[in-house]
Every structure is written in structure tokens, then in C-alpha cells.
């Protein structure tokens, strides 16, 4: 029988590990490789979350909720100009019919056949119209027209309260020469007490 060598000649190892030295280099540079890109598909990057977010649908605004909306935004806006034309026509741009109306009640309140009739001047209320809505209530009822003269006239409507009565004045107005108010008639239908009957007052007679 042959005997079997115990040891391997230095020139069989030198060539081993020459031959198995690169496959391994080989394989660790792999696995290297492979670990890097394993990290990198984890990692959350700001252009992955943009992509992921641009994919939810976003919910559309629905037809009756718009229409709310567009309500909304008209209601205000009308409320806007209302309170604006209130404000320009009492405060800045006071009607004609209005001058009038507080001309006249001035001059009724300081009259002792008024007074006597309806009450103290301070206690004593006018209106324009007789209703439950507080605007057609703050409308004075009138009429502008033009005399033989040329002279533009304005005829007013209103009503008054006071603790012992009510009454109905009716006034007919214009300017003098000197742009001041003067009266062609101004009179008054007093309700006082339980009377159903009207005593009518002459403040101005007629002419």
C-alpha cells in the first residue's frame, strides 16, 4: 500500500489561497452593496412622501355645499349695502319728507294745543306709517308738486302719541325766499281720551 502525504507542499498553498482570495473579496464587496441598497429602499425621503401624498385623492367640494357658500357671501354682502344706504341717507342725504317731518314735530311739541291734548313734549312719539314693520314705520308718506307760483311744495303725513291721546298730522310746506320752511296749512286730527271722534286743530290755517 502507497502511504499518503501528511502535509501539502508550500507550492499548493501558495496557490489555494491566491486562487480563493479574490472569490471572497468578490462576495464581501456583494454583500456591502446589497446592504446599502436595502437601506436606501427603507429610508423615507421628501420625494417618496411627496409622491405618496400626490396619490390620496382629495375630496371635491360637493354642488349643495358650494351653493351654501355662494348664500353666505350674497346675504353679507346684502346686509352690507343696506346698512350702508341707511346710514348715507339718514345721516348724510336726509330726505326732503324727512326735513319736514322734524320741522313739524318740533313745532307741535312746543304747542300748548297739542300738549294739552296729547301730553308733555317729552313723552310724545311720531311715525310715518301705521304698521308692525319698524322700515314702513320710518317712511313718512308725501308728495312734492309745484304751485301756481313755481314754488316746489311738500305734503307729509304722520302720526303722534302721547299719554292722553293720538293724533293724525297733515302738512302742507315749502321755502320762502330765504331757503326757510313755511307752512300753507298744518293741522291735526286729535283722538283723545275714549272719543272716537276727531277734534281737528288748526295750527296753521289754510290759506
Known amino acids: 500500500m502507497g502511504s499518503v502525504p501528511s502535509t501539502f507542499s508550500s507550492s499548493g498553498l501558495a496557490a489555494f489561497s491566491t486562487g480563493a482570495s479574490p472569490q471572497a ?16 429602499s427603507l429610508e423615507l425621503t421628501e420625494a417618496k412622501m411627496n409622491a405618496i401624498t400626490d396619490k390620496i385623492p382629495q375630496q371635491p367640494v360637493g354642488v349643495v355645499e358650494g351653493a351654501s357658500y355662494s348664500l353666505i357671501i350674497i ?14 341717507s339718514t345721516l348724510i342725504l336726509e330726505p326732503t319728507a324727512l326735513k319736514c317731518f322734524n320741522h313739524s314735530l ?15 313734549s317729552d313723552d310724545i312719539r311720531a311715525w310715518g306709517s301705521n304698521s308692525e314693520s319698524r322700515v314702513a314705520r320710518q317712511q313718512i308718506p308725501h308728495q312734492l308738486y309745484k304751485g301756481p307760483d313755481g314754488v316746489e ?3 307729509i303725513q304722520f302720526h ?8 293724525l298730522v297733515n302738512a ?9 320752511w313755511q307752512y300753507t296749512y298744518l293741522l291735526v286730527d286729535v283722538y283723545a281720551g275714549n272719543s272716537r271722534q276727531p277734534q281737528r286743530v288748526h295750527i296753521v290755517v289754510p290759506r
Open 172 to 180: 302742507d310746506m315749502y321755502k320762502d325766499e330765504q331757503q326757510q
Open 153 to 155: 311744495h311738500v305734503r
Open 106 to 120: 318740533d313745532r307741535l311739541k312746543s304747542d300748548p294745543r297739542i300738549t294739552v291734548r296729547l301730553g308733555a
Open 25 to 40: 473579496g468578490n462576495q464581501a464587496k456583494q454583500a456591502a452593496v446589497g446592504a446599502k441598497e436595502e437601506l436606501d
Open 75 to 88: 346675504a353679507a354682502f346684502g346686509v352690507l349695502i343696506f346698512v350702508l344706504y341707511q346710514f348715507v
Open 160 to 167: 303722534m302719541k302721547g299719554p292722553s291721546g293720538t293724533g
